[in-house]
């Protein structure tokens, strides 16, 4: 496979929540100004359902690689309705579907996905590997989800941050969409507070080195992107819930792939797991590993 890191991947079988994904591709890589490679992958379709109905018959694989094409092709002419302009490529691979992703995603600047969906054959594909591929691609991942959500003139980029390696990363990947897209950035630190802080007579309030760190942390960056109109904000609350709420029919919501957060405690692992599931906006998860 060829690939470059300037390209944008999206992955495509045919549902609705590929189409959505599909639409949010095209849109950024008109943004980015990079090429877009369309890809359906189609291998092993009948391991899962063996596992609960037994051996099953195979396939002609004739007819499996023609309805590919037929899915295929039907995404790259929704492209070209779109955006025909726009540099396109397509890919049957015949693999499963998680390794298919992941090897794409070694050769990509940006993969995208649906939230969930069904393989033309009743595998399921996005919805049971979108959380995998995100936390173990080599570049970001996006999930789109609520893509049918109205969104208001204020909406804006969320980014969850901590104190991590992941960090500096997860910042560039929100500053630089925030920037493509003339839009503005929310940089979010959740602090929980202890349950027993009322009866152990500690503050409510966020401790002062977490507020300092934050403050700290977006100096440098709001320097390099004077364009961005950027709000850091320390909220309240458990890491997953805090960042789905101050996502709520936002633009994009950006988080880590893993890390432990020295600030809560938490797992941002965990955290983006957990944000996959519930954000009503699109989600990009951020390897460590992503260029900073």
Same mark, same amino acid.
């Given at each position: 496979?060829?690939g470059? *890191?300037?390209?944008?991947v999206?992955?495509?079988?045919?549902?609705?929540?590929?189409?959505?994904?599909l639409?949010w591709?095209?849109?950024e890589?008109?943004a980015?100004?990079?090429?877009?490679r369309?890809?359906?992958?189609?291998?092993e379709?009948t391991?899962?359902?063996a596992m609960v109905y037994?051996r099953l018959p195979?396939?002609?694989r004739?007819?499996v690689?023609?309805?590919?094409?037929?899915l295929l092709?039907?995404?790259?002419?929704?492209v070209?309705?779109?955006?025909?302009t726009l &540099?396109?490529t397509g890919?049957?691979i015949?693999?499963?579907? &998680?390794r298919?992703?992941l090897?794409e995603?070694?050769?990509a600047?940006l993969l995208?996905?649906g939230?969930?969906?069904?393989?033309?054959?009743?595998a399921a594909?996005l919805?049971?590997?979108?959380?995998a591929?995100a936390?173990?691609?080599?570049c970001?991942?996006v999930v789109?989800r609520?893509?049918?959500?109205?969104?208001?003139k204020?909406?804006a980029?969320?980014?969850?941050v901590d104190?991590?390696d992941?960090t &500096?990363?997860?910042l560039?990947?929100?500053?630089?969409?925030?920037?493509r897209?003339?839009?503005?950035?929310r940089v979010v630190l959740?602090?929980?507070?202890?349950?027993?802080?009322?009866l152990?007579?500690?503050?409510?309030?966020p401790p002062?080195q977490?507020?300092?760190w934050l403050a700290?942390?977006?100096?440098g960056?709001?320097?390099?992107?004077p364009?961005?109109?950027?709000?850091g904000e320390i909220?309240?609350?458990q890491a997953a819930a805090g960042l789905v709420g101050?996502?709520?029919?936002?633009?994009?919501l950006v988080v880590g792939?893993?890390?432990?957060?020295?600030?809560?405690?938490?797992l941002?692992?965990?955290?983006? *797991?957990?944000v996959l599931?519930?954000a009503?906006?699109?989600?990009?998860v951020?390897p460590?590993?992503a260029?900073?």
């Open positions: 496979m060829t470059s *890191q300037d390209q944008l999206v992955g495509v079988d045919g549902s609705g929540a590929a189409a959505a994904a639409d591709a095209v849109a890589a008109r980015r100004r990079c090429g877009l369309a890809v359906y992958a189609y291998g379709f391991e899962g359902l037994g195979e396939p002609d004739a007819e690689v023609a309805a590919s094409q037929q092709d039907a995404a790259l002419s929704r070209a309705e779109l955006d025909a &540099p396109v890919a049957i015949e693999k499963a579907p &998680p298919a992703l090897d995603a070694a050769h600047g995208v996905i939230s969930r969906g069904l393989k033309a054959f009743g594909v919805g049971s590997v979108g959380a591929v936390g173990r691609a080599a970001p991942v789109v609520g893509a049918k959500v109205r969104r208001g204020d909406a980029v969320v980014v969850g104190a991590t992941a &500096p990363a997860v560039r990947f929100a500053f630089e969409h925030a920037s897209h003339a839009l503005a950035l959740c602090w929980r507070r202890e349950p027993l802080t009322e152990a007579w500690r503050p409510a309030s002062p977490a507020e300092r700290e942390s977006l100096a960056w709001r320097e390099q992107y364009e961005v109109a950027v709000r909220v309240r609350d101050a996502a709520q029919d936002q633009r994009l792939a893993r890390g432990r957060h020295s600030l809560a405690g938490t941002l692992g965990s955290v983006s *797991q957990a599931h519930h009503t906006c699109p989600v990009a951020v460590v590993s260029r900073d």
